[in-house]
Every structure is written in structure tokens, then in C-alpha cells.
């Protein structure tokens, strides 16, 4: 079947540098894109998403990057802060109309100081 | 900030025993769902709902579960009878817009099935 995966389970930074977490998708009818953070015994915050006709979207200290051609969705993070260090979910909306997302496995991030 | 609200924060119950999970969604949002995540595993769909009927649902959505909005501020997920395999993050997410809209997540049911 059709799924979102990560490639990376764990991610460890320096505090001030920069994260990268990337996600695989492998439906090509995926029009939106969404990446989520969840910290320990919370539910998944949003951080940003993208619509399929952009290829780059910028918010505060993220960057979503869309490569269609590939089915590679990636996000990354500016200076890299404590706080930041959580389980970071890509998913994906195909449009329907039951909006269902559908999550990626996760990615951990975690900042050192 | 407005925010999804969902109780209990825990529940522990007995193998064959009915639960109710309770959330409150956004005020203003009119489409509602409920996901699971089993301990260690993705976050996984199980339905949206949307004036009083389900929009969509999973192949995990079966038989034992039920979606209802018993007025104009909860929203419930009720599995008849709980299996040990039914323990998990139970999240509610609630949306303004159908489609590629953002969902918002309330912090979760942990449910325990013993």
C-alpha cells in the first residue's frame, strides 16, 4: 500500500546549528503536506505545511522543501534550540473528502547543548 | 488560544468493557476526528466526522467503534468492547475547512487495556 516514511529514527544536534528531517511519500495524489511536532506526553502540534503546487515554504526558524519529482518532503530547522527537541511526523492529505491524514513514523530530534 | 480539550487524560479498563473518550473541540470548527497512536507507531487514522456523520473512516474503525456529538460542544469515541490491542494515544483533532485544512490536536487519551 501507499505510505509516508522516514528515513531517519533519531536525529541529534548541537544547540545553533541547523536540523534536517526528511520524509519519503510514495502516493503521487498527495496535494498537501503537513509536518507535525509532538513532545512528550502531548498531542502533535502543527509547524507548517505545503500545498503541492509550491515547492518551498518558509515560516519562523522552518523551512518546508516539496520536491514532487522525487516524492521528498523535508524540514528544516534554523538554529536549533532546546526546545525544539521532540518527535517530529510528516503526513499527508490527499484531497479527500474526509481530510484523513496520514502520518509518517517519526523522527526524534534531540538538541544538545 | 483556543484549544482542543479531551478527558480523561488516562483511562484504565478491563478487557470487554465499554469506554467513552471525550473531547472538546474548537468552538468555531466544524469537522472532527479522532486518531490513535499505539505505544512506539505512527500516529493512525481512524475517522472524521462531519455534520453528524462520518465522513470517512479506517479499516481500524470497525464494529466496536462509534463516533457521536451529543451536542453542540463534545465530541465522543465509544468502542463497545475493549480488546488488549485497543491500548493506545487516543487524539482528537478538530478542523475549520474539509480539505487541506489544518488539524488541531488535543493532547490525548491514553487508554490502558488490561
Known amino acids: 500500500g501507499e505510505s509516508v516514511g522516514l528515513h531517519l529514527p533519531t536525529l541529534s544536534v548541537q544547540e545553533g546549528d541547523n536540523s534536517i528531517i526528511n520524509c519519503a511519500y510514495s502516493?503521487?495524489?498527495?496535494?498537501?503536506f503537513i509536518w507535525y511536532k509532538q513532545e512528550s506526553g502531548k498531542g502533535p502540534q502543527f509547524i507548517i505545511d505545503i500545498r503541492s503546487n509550491m515547492d518551498k515554504r518558509q515560516g519562523q526558524r522552518v523551512t518546508v522543501l516539496l520536491n514532487k519529482t522525487v516524492k521528498h518532503l523535508s524540514l528544516q530547522i534554523a538554529a536549533t534550540q532546546p526546545g525544539d527537541s521532540a518527535v517530529y511526523f510528516c503526513a499527508e492529505n490527499m484531497g479527500a473528502a474526509g481530510n484523513k491524514l496520514t502520518f509518517g513514523g517519526g523522527t526524534r530530534v534531540l538538541v544538545k547543548p | 488560544e483556543p484549544e482542543v480539550t479531551q478527558t480523561p487524560s488516562h483511562q484504565v479498563t478491563q478487557m470487554g468493557q465499554e469506554v467513552i473518550l471525550r473531547c472538546v473541540p474548537i468552538?468555531?470548527?466544524?469537522?472532527f476526528y479522532w486518531y490513535r497512536q499505539i505505544l512506539g507507531q505512527k500516529v493512525e487514522f481512524l475517522v472524521s466526522?462531519?455534520?453528524?456523520?462520518?465522513?470517512?473512516k479506517s479499516e481500524i474503525f470497525d464494529d466496536q467503534f462509534s463516533v457521536e456529538r451529543p451536542d453542540g460542544s463534545n465530541f465522543t469515541l465509544k468502542i463497545r468492547s475493549t480488546k488488549l490491542e485497543d491500548s493506545a494515544m487516543y487524539f482528537c483533532?478538530?478542523?475549520?475547512?474539509?480539505?487541506?485544512?489544518?488539524?488541531?490536536f488535543g493532547p490525548g487519551t491514553r487508554l490502558t487495556v488490561t
Open positions: 483533532a478538530s478542523s475549520v475547512s474539509s480539505t487541506h485544512g489544518e488539524q488541531y
Open positions: 468552538s468555531n470548527h466544524l469537522y
Open positions: 466526522f462531519y455534520n453528524n456523520e462520518i465522513s470517512e
Open positions: 502516493n503521487s495524489a498527495s496535494d498537501y
